[in-house]
Nanobody
Framework: QVQLVESGGGLVQAGGSLRLSCVAY????????MGWYRQAPGKQRELVAR???????NYADSVKGRFTISRDNTKNTVYLQMNSLKPEDTAVYYC??????????????WGQGTQVTVSS
């Protein structure tokens, strides 16, 4: 299995910016996709942004134009640049990676989550 190390969360005022990072460590043969999900209090976890091995991306409508996902394949790292943050963006953000191990098996792994709080 792999470990996902997330960083970059915190408290920010509305209109501010944060940059989340997630690094995957382990016996990885290849990564098919990496993404960010979030879960706000009282709500289900939802997809925020996703990027595939072919560098195609998709975003939730609520963040499109404000958030940008990118990856560094050589470092097994995914980033989420969050600009023009709104109080409604407040949530725990989770990194997810879909990868194939060196033994040929495919897995989904999740980070522990990082809190993003946007004040009004």
């Amino acid at each position: 299995q792999v470990q996902l190390v997330e960083s970059g969360g915190g408290l920010v005022q509305a209109g501010g910016s944060l940059r989340l990072s997630c690094v995957a460590y382990g016996s990885i043969a290849s990564i098919n996709a990496m993404g960010w999900y979030r879960q706000a209090p009282g709500k289900q976890r939802e997809l925020v942004a996703r990027i595939t091995s072919g560098d195609s991306t998709n975003y939730a409508d609520s963040v499109k134009g404000r958030f940008t996902i990118s990856r560094d394949n050589t470092k097994n790292t995914v980033y989420l640049q969050m600009n023009s943050l709104k109080p409604e963006d407040t949530a725990v953000y989770y990194c997810k990676v879909t990868y194939r191990s060196i033994w040929g098996r495919e897995y989904d792994s999740w980070g522990q989550g990082t809190q993003v709080t946007v004040s009004s």
